[in-house]
């Protein structure tokens, strides 16, 4: 079965600095996505950022790109010049690409970040 | 509709009692979660409906739990006699069949147990 781990709880970065948030995943699948959700204080989970595994390029969304190892089974994210409206909790997220019956989405954790004015 | 609802928004409700939580997802999304959630936590897995396939009712914490899906659209979440750990938001997200769609989610249910 298809893990996913996010090994900061917390991280904190300065106003209009650049932090980035981990994620490892486990699968013997060679196809699959990955996904960044962000859910600030309204509860509200917004997609932030997706990558197709085997896509070599790393996804970008105007401040947000991921590092994305396939053979570390690594998918980092990257928010350069930080803004207090990128509080919130940041969950990593997995998904086959197989066409299969179970293609259930799986989710780490979550890291909550903050971001200090 | 055009998102996933969930209803009601906030539920207080008093210990011992039976709760229902309502999700109707996204029109022709044929995939259904349930999560729950304690403040500043992170996604607990609750329940996961695929079309016509049986659910994945791993994720319920008891046997107080049980969910269904009528019709492979609305799903109704049932928790009977409510314990005050039940407190917590509950969320529901759907997808579509297309490969790498996302999951998209309700503003969930607030959930009081007093």
């Known amino acids: 079965a298809q893990t996913v781990t996010q090994s900061q709880p917390e991280m904190s970065v300065q106003e209009a600095e650049t932090v980035t948030l981990s994620c490892t995943y486990d699968?013997?699948?060679?196809?699959?996505?990955l996904f960044w959700y962000k859910q600030p204080p309204s509860r509200q989970m917004i997609l932030v950022i997706r990558q197709e595994a085997y896509k070599q390029q790393n996804a970008t969304e105007n401040r947000f790109s991921v590092n994305f190892q396939k053979a570390a089974k690594s998918f980092s994210l990257k928010i350069s010049d930080s803004q207090l409206g990128d509080a919130a909790m940041y969950f990593c997220a997995y998904r086959s690409a197989l066409k299969t019956s179970y293609d259930k989405v799986i989710f780490g954790p979550g890291t909550s970040l903050s971001v200090i004015p | 509709g055009a998102g996933v609802s969930q209803s009601p928004s906030n539920k207080v409700t008093e210990k011992g009692k039976d709760v229902e939580l309502r999700c109707d997802p996204i029109?022709?999304?044929?995939?259904l979660y349930w999560y729950r959630q304690s403040l500043g936590q992170g996604l607990e897995f609750l329940i996961y409906f695929q079309g016509n396939s049986a659910p994945d009712k791993s994720g319920l914490p008891s046997d107080r739990f049980s969910a269904e899906r009528t019709g492979g659209s609305v799903s109704t979440l049932t928790i009977q006699r409510t314990q005050q750990e039940d407190s917590a938001v509950y969320l529901c997200?759907?997808?579509?069949?297309?490969?790498?769609?996302?999951?998209?989610f309700g503003q969930g249910t607030r959930l009081t147990v007093v």
């Open positions: 997200a759907s997808t579509g069949q297309g490969v790498g769609t996302e999951a998209f």
């Open positions: 699968t013997s699948e060679s196809d699959y996505y």
């Open positions: 029109s022709g999304h044929t995939a």
